[in-house]
């Protein structure tokens, strides 16, 4: 990134770098990525037979996708609540209040008896607390994007949204990582014992870091403009419905591909290399890291061209792709080969990150500043439930079916939803965010 950038992006007072703003909305989002992939990956792993021992394996898997569910469901939720605050109080109180929630509940799930200790207790306290990770993540992602596209310069917000989409490749690669290192250093017992509670529990000290960057930060020129101008809404979500309706419904339909590329690819294709194709779990993790860095490639690249092109022509082109890549699933997953299932993988998260990557810059530009904080976030989560919330858990179910021909074809389905919603959008690479 240019100085000049750099420069332009400093809100009047010149109290806050932009290197400051940037780092604080990217280690904020991949701290909280981090908390809601190390439940995905134990979701596939052993959430099922620690806490729904009774059932057959694949009844585990379903059982334990349900779970994984229930955070898409709480993400709206949390949207609409961090974003009432967002909007009225300011970006940055809220970031620190939703890092909180996150960080608390993801990790108490470590501490959460199984079900041979305190029987059906124990699912209903990691349902509530993975409910929790929903709510703190419905409130990160919206604000982060907005502190940093709202301190950059013109024709440089795809570059600067770029960061805190950086985030999930970084959170991810984390969790695996860890997961990584766990699966090849202890025992399967070990492992389901109590190894799997460690990335939990990390959890409180990386967000004990980021609530340390959070609070140095400086609150948003185009928010405190908004509040220089008294121009606040007493209920931005009410306002949000009443004047912006489409372009919510359409942000969130834009999302559906990045959410069921990922979570396919990852939650429901880890499972079933593991339960179905008797992948060694360390090994397939070690594929999952090694795909997830093309997927953190390809999200500069494709801010970049966003920022060049505009954003709906390289939405565009990654949506018409990733309908192609549905027809691989198929052949490239169900081979078991080592090398044909990383390129599948590598495929899909290269894919994820082209149409992942726009969206930093994109669902902030749908929206005016006073509506921003919830419009952003509410779309972004609202995508969430149609993409991911039920993805691996209809997959699972899809597969049992019909086979991995079916998975493809729904991934190929889900792409096409977002590319007729991009279709539909005006583009939004040149509008003002004061």
């Excluded at 990956?41 to 009774?54: D, M, Q, R, Y």
């Excluded at 801010?303 to 309908?323: E, H, N, Q, T």
């Excluded at 419009?375 to 997959?395: C, D, F, H, Q, T």
Aim: net charge positive; aromatic share 12%; charged share 10%.
């Amino acid at each position: 990134m240019s100085s000049s950038s750099l420069s332009a992006a400093q809100p009047g007072d010149g109290s806050q770098s932009a290197s400051r703003v940037i780092f604080a909305s990217f280690i904020g989002t991949a701290i909280e990525f981090y908390d809601f992939y190390v439940y995905a990956t134990a979701a596939a792993l052993v959430i099922g037979p620690v806490f729904f021992p009774h059932g057959s394996p694949a009844a585990q898997a379903l059982s334990a996708f349900v779970t994984f569910g229930i955070a898409f469901f709480a993400r709206p939720i949390g949207s609409f609540l961090f974003g009432h605050f967002g909007d009225r109080i300011g970006r940055k109180s809220t970031l620190v209040a939703s890092l909180l929630v996150m960080g608390v509940s993801t990790t108490l799930i470590g501490f959460v008896p199984g079900y041979d200790s305190i029987g059906s207790l124990a699912p209903i306290l990691l349902c509530i607390l993975r409910f929790g990770q929903g709510i703190g993540l419905g409130g990160e992602w919206g604000g982060a994007a907005l502190l940093a596209t709202e301190y950059a310069p013109r024709g440089k917000r795809g570059l600067f949204g770029m960061f805190p989409q950086l985030g999930p490749s970084i959170g991810f690669l984390a969790s695996n990582g860890l997961f990584f290192g766990l699966a090849l250093s202890l025992s399967d017992a070990q492992f389901r014992s109590w190894g799997w509670r460690v990335p939990f529990l990390v959890s409180a000290v990386l967000v004990a870091l980021g609530l340390y960057v959070r609070l140095k930060i400086a609150e948003t020129p185009a928010f405190r403009a908004t509040l220089e101008r008294q121009e606040r809404v007493k209920v931005p979500f009410a306002t949000l419905l009443g004047s912006h309706l489409t372009p919510m419904l359409l942000g969130a339909f834009a999302m559906v591909v990045c959410y069921t590329l990922f979570y396919i690819s990852t939650v429901f294709s880890l499972s079933y290399g593991v339960a179905t194709l008797h992948f060694a779990r360390e090994k397939f993790l070690g594929l999952l890291c090694f795909a997830v860095l093309f997927m953190a490639i390809a999200t500069p690249i494709s801010a970049i061209a966003s920022d060049r092109f505009g954003r709906k022509p390289v939405l565009v082109v990654g949506c018409l792709l990733a309908i192609l890549s549905g027809f691989a699933m198929a052949p490239l997953l169900g081979s078991g080969d080592t090398v044909q299932v990383a390129l599948f993988l590598t495929i899909e998260l290269f894919l994820m990150g082209v149409t992942f990557a726009p969206m930093g810059a994109l669902l902030p530009e749908l929206f005016p500043t006073n509506v921003r904080y919830t419009g952003a976030g509410v779309a972004y989560n609202l995508g969430g439930i149609l993409g991911a919330s039920v993805a691996p858990y209809i997959a699972q179910l899809l597969a049992n079916r019909g086979g991995l021909t079916w998975v493809g074809g729904y991934v190929s389905a889900a792409a096409a939803v977002s590319l007729i919603a991009v279709l539909c959008m005006r583009e939004t690479r040149d509008i003002a965010m004061e």
